[in-house]
Nanobody, 114 residues
Framework: QVQLVESGGGLVEAGGSLRLSCTAS????????MGWYRQVPGKLRELVAA????????TYAAAVKGRCTISRDTSRNTVHLQLDKLKPEYTARFYC???????WGRGPQVPVPS
């Protein structure tokens, strides 16, 4: 089992920046991938960004390229996300993700009021 503890989230003003962190603990695999997904009610979770601990080239959703940075501290099994220039339509719950095994964090809500 892997446990994910998220920090950050909460209200972000339109045009502002979101900063999230997630730390994994438990049965950490030698090769793993961590990232962030977002979900709005009635829709599937969609990738925001992800990064591995061996293959460290980040993956970004097309919608956030150029305004999103994901990084990780491998020694602490922690991943950090910064997403800039948020728009109201980006209001969602953001979930930390870990694989192998497909573990999820609790998903802090990030409202972006108009």
């Amino acid at each position: 089992q892997v446990q994910l503890v998220e920090s950050g989230g909460g209200l972000v003003e339109a045009g502002g920046s979101l900063r999230l962190s997630c730390t994994a603990s438990g049965s950490i695999s030698t090769v793993n991938n961590m990232g962030w997904y977002r979900q709005v009610p009635g829709k599937l979770r969609e990738l925001v960004a992800a990064i591995g601990n061996v293959s460290t080239t980040p993956t970004y959703a097309a919608a956030v390229k150029g305004r999103c940075t994901i990084s990780r501290d491998t020694s602490r099994n922690t991943v950090h996300l910064q997403l800039d220039k948020l728009k109201p339509e980006y209001t969602a719950r953001f979930y930390c993700h870990y694989c192998p095994g497909y573990f999820w964090g609790r998903g802090p809500q990030v409202p972006v009021p108009s």
